[in-house]
T-cell receptor, first 114, second 112 residues
Framework: DADVTQTPRNRITKTGKRIMLECSQT?????MYWYRQDPGLGLRLIYY???????NKGEISDGYSVSRQAQAKFSLSLESAIPNQTALYFC?????????????FGPGTRLTVL | QKEVEQNSGPLSVPEGAIASLNCTYS??????FFWYRQYSGKSPELIMF????GDKEDGRFTAQLNKASQYVSLLIRDSQPSDSATYLC????????????FGTGTRLKVLA
C-alpha cells in the first residue's frame, strides 16, 4: 500500500468552482507539504504544516487554503479555481528529527481548470 | 537570479557513460542538498542527499558539494536507459529550516 496517497488523481473542473485535494499518509510523519509543478517552473511550495496546529504559507499561497484535519491528513482547497491553477499537485511528508529531512511524495493530482 | 539553477537539458549520454548533472544555489545559509529523480508523470523520489563538502557515493551515484562555490552535482556512472528521467536538485532554504527550494530539473536521456 502507498504510504502517501492523494485523491483525486485527476480532476477537470470549471473556472469559479471550489475544489479540494486530499492527502493522507500512513508514515506517521508530523510534517506535510503541498507543492504544485508546472513545466519550466519546477516544484513550488504552496503551504506546509509542521504539526496539526502549525500551518505556514509557502511561496505561492495566494488563491489556496489548507486544512490539517489530523496528523495524517492535509487538504488543499482552491476556493474559486482559475485556469492558471492548472498544474500537477503533489503532497509530501517528512519527519522531525531525522538527520536528512527526506521528503516523501504522493503520486500527484493532475488538475485542469477550464 | 533563481535560488536554485539547473540546466534544463536534455542531457544525452550513451549507455555505459558517466552522466554529470549540475546545480547552483544562491543562499549561502543552505545546509542540506538533495537530488530527486522524477520519471515522466510520476512523483519525485530521493536518490541522494549531502550535507558536507566533498563527495558522497551510493552505488552508481556520487553527489558532490562545494559550499564555497555554491555548487552541487550528481554523477551517474555506467548510465542505463532506465536512468532516463528528470533530475531535480533541492536545497533547504536558510539555516535550520526544512523548506526545500527546487530547481526546475535537468532531463537526462541515456541512449541505448
Amino acid at each position: 500500500d502507498a504510504d502517501v496517497t492523494q485523491t483525486p488523481r485527476n480532476r477537470i473542473t470549471k473556472t469559479g468552482k471550489r475544489i479540494m485535494l486530499e492527502c493522507s499518509q500512513t508514515k506517521g510523519h508530523d510534517r506535510m507539504y503541498w507543492y504544485r509543478q508546472d513545466p519550466g517552473l519546477g516544484l513550488r511550495l504552496i503551504y506546509y504544516s509542521f504539526d496539526v496546529k502549525d500551518i505556514n504559507k509557502g511561496e505561492i499561497s495566494d488563491g489556496y487554503s489548507v486544512s490539517r484535519q489530523a496528523q495524517a491528513k492535509f487538504s488543499l482547497s482552491l476556493e474559486s479555481a482559475i485556469p492558471n491553477q492548472t498544474a500537477l499537485y503533489f503532497c509530501a511528508t517528512s519527519e522531525t528529527g531525522t538527520g536528512n529531512n527526506e521528503q516523501f511524495f504522493g503520486p500527484g493530482t493532475r488538475l485542469t481548470v477550464l | 537570479q533563481k535560488e536554485v539553477e539547473q540546466n534544463s537539458g536534455p542531457l544525452s549520454v550513451p549507455e555505459g557513460a558517466i552522466a554529470s548533472l549540475n546545480c547552483t544555489y544562491s543562499d549561502r545559509g543552505s545546509q542540506s542538498f538533495f537530488w530527486y529523480r522524477q520519471y515522466s508523470g510520476k512523483s519525485p523520489e530521493l536518490i541522494m542527499f549531502i550535507y558536507s563538502n566533498g563527495d558522497k557515493e551510493d552505488g552508481r551515484f556520487t553527489a558532490q558539494l562545494n559550499k564555497a562555490s555554491q555548487y552541487v552535482s550528481l554523477l551517474i556512472r555506467d548510465s542505463q536507459p532506465s536512468d532516463s528521467a528528470t533530475y531535480l536538485c533541492a536545497v533547504t532554504k536558510g539555516s535550520g529550516t526544512y523548506k526545500y527550494i527546487f530547481g526546475t530539473g535537468t532531463r537526462l536521456k541515456v541512449l541505448a
